[in-house]
């Protein structure tokens, strides 16, 4: 978790106390797009840089694109939300975005359900 929302330990706190009234916990979790700012982002938009090669394929980056649909960054268009430009589409068919994904939601143990 982020680290500026507060310790895990309150994370796993509100767990428990959602468990102890006989209630499961929920978690909505965005898995379609990430914001131009995250890290992943910024790194696969470096991907030539060595360090960063391995997240050259988690998101759509092609030579054109749509206006609607793409956006150009350093002579490449990489797929948004419709007329969201800072919402770019993950490409859930890169193994290694998957990965990172499995990792990042084994985390969240004792939630029931992930949407």
Not at 7 to 15: G, V
């Amino acid at each position: 978790m982020d680290p500026a929302l507060g310790p895990n330990q309150l994370a796993d706190e509100a767990i428990d106390a959602v468990h102890d009234k006989g209630m499961k916990f929920v978690m909505s979790i965005p898995i379609a797009t990430t914001s131009t700012e995250h890290d992943w982002f910024l790194k696969s938009a470096t991907a030539s840089i060595p360090e960063n090669r391995n997240y050259s394929g988690f998101y759509h980056w092609t030579k054109e694109g749509a206006k609607h649909y793409f956006t150009e960054r350093k002579g490449l268009y990489y797929m948004h939300e419709k007329g969201n430009n800072k919402a770019a589409v993950l490409n859930w068919q890169n193994s290694n975005l998957r990965s990172h994904m499995f990792v990042s939601y084994s985390f969240f143990t004792g939630v029931e359900i992930l949407c």
